[in-house]
């Protein structure tokens, strides 16, 4: 069951869409909804100050990693200027400068005469962002951070393969005509070269001051996905739970909070290049995945390794019913294997998988009722039943 390189790049782009640009989109579609009540977020205990305080601008800053790089960057005493549409507002543990505009229709007037030290460029998808951000910001910041993705490299069949791996390459009329409906027209065929275009666009405005971060499936407490979170939450409720293939096959995440503090510290150290933002620092198997999260519940769960064939048989799918997971073999081999050493040497680090398990399983379970009534990833119930089943019969 090795998903086609369309399958690839939707599950790429529904990682990163998912996270940050498709509340966007569906708000675009609509009228404008009355803004939410501010949504406070506590201050960080125990961290030390910055020896220098940054002028930190970020584009963005309300979605997944947002809050928790804004939140990182007060308590390292840095200023903090946050620049989007002011949908989706916020309380913060202190002083934060709010600039609002619309960088889909080219509003970008609230950024022009400023200086910063740093810009963190978070939600971006298409080049034409990054152009627009460039005509106005360039020789206005001393280093632009580009969130990237994985899903800017060519391909995905190589284990281990690291940041000179070739990029994704854009083979329309022009990259800067796409829009966010030519990307979901095109099945998301066109979300990783328009991240890589986007990434060299970063590098003809900002020569030699780019940091380009591309990470992979990004989890915690806060995802409004459920990949990954379906995990611990079914584990949670116990029984007899379908997993993935024979178990061996390498997966890799990050936490978002590790992903973000980790960008707060490389602008400090001004670290310039290409890194992929994955986790741990060991290679990660979906069985030890899994048996490290059962071991954080207590409903004693059963866990069934079904074949990749017989799960293809049952059509039931990578990633999307199987959260995290991918088969390691043809075109995604490496799909969950992407070297991370450059990263770490860098200052990259980790949380325990136990402390992610357990505070995402709290976060959940923190939400509104309808909200834990219905998983946005994994596998139903009641196909969950049938395909055990049907396992039980084959084996007899």
């Keep these: 069951m090795t998903p086609t390189r369309r399958e690839l790049l939707q599950i790429g782009a529904t990682g990163a869409l998912g996270l940050t640009v498709a509340p966007a989109l569906l708000r675009a579609q609509s009228p404008a909804p009355t803004p939410p009540p501010p949504l406070a977020v506590p201050p960080m205990a125990g961290v030390e100050r910055a020896a220098k305080p940054l002028r930190i601008l970020i584009l963005g800053g309300t979605g997944f990693t947002g809050p928790h790089q804004v939140r990182y960057a007060l308590a390292r005493g840095h200023k903090l200027t946050?620049?989007?549409?002011g949908r989706r507002p916020k309380e913060w543990p202190?002083?934060?400068e709010e600039l609002t505009g619309d960088r889909d229709a080219g509003d970008l007037k609230a950024l022009e005469g400023r200086e910063w030290d740093v810009c963190i460029d978070n939600p971006t998808t298409l080049p034409k962002w990054v152009r627009d951000a460039g005509q106005v910001l360039q020789g206005k910041v001393g280093q632009y951070v580009f969130i990237s993705t994985l899903s800017a490299y060519a391909t995905n069949d190589v284990p281990g393969a690291d940041v000179d791996a070739p990029l994704a390459e854009y083979t329309g009329a022009d990259a800067m005509k796409e829009t966010m409906d030519s990307v979901r027209a095109s099945n998301f065929e066109l979300y990783g070269p328009l991240k890589a275009a986007s990434e060299r666009e970063a590098d003809k405005w900002f020569p030699g001051l780019?940091?380009?971060i591309r990470p992979g499936l990004i989890v915690g407490p806060g995802d409004q996905t459920d990949r990954y979170t379906y995990?611990?939450?079914r584990l949670a409720r116990g029984g007899d739970v379908v997993c993935p293939s024979e178990g061996g096959d390498a997966v890799q995440v990050i936490d978002a909070r590790d992903l973000a503090e980790w960008t707060i510290r490389m602008v400090e150290a001004r670290t310039f290049g290409a890194f992929n933002?994955?986790?741990?620092?060991y290679e990660l198997s979906i069985e030890e995945l899994l048996v490290g999260i059962k071991s954080c519940v207590t409903a004693g769960p059963k866990l069934?390794?079904?074949p990749a064939s017989f799960l293809e048989e049952q059509q039931v799918s990578p990633w999307g019913e199987m959260p995290v997971w991918v088969p390691a073999s043809g075109e995604t081999a490496g799909f969950g294997n992407r070297s991370n050493a450059r990263s770490i040497a860098a200052g990259l680090t980790f949380r325990p998988l136990a402390v992610t398990a357990l505070d995402t399983l709290e976060w959940f379970r923190s939400q509104p009722t309808d909200r834990q009534a219905q998983l946005r990833a994994g596998l139903a119930t009641d196909k969950e039943a049938k395909v055990l089943a049907a396992w039980r019969a084959r084996k007899g």
Excluded at 82 to 85: C, D, P, Q, T, V
Excluded at 277 to 281: R, S, T
Aim: glycine letters at 14%; charged letters at 15%; a positive charge.
């Design 94 to 96: 202190g002083e934060v």
């Design 304 to 306: 069934h390794w079904l």
């Design 210 to 212: 780019v940091t380009k």
């Design 82 to 85: 946050l620049f989007n549409r």
């Design 277 to 281: 933002a994955v986790g741990p620092g």
């Design 231 to 233: 995990w611990p939450v």
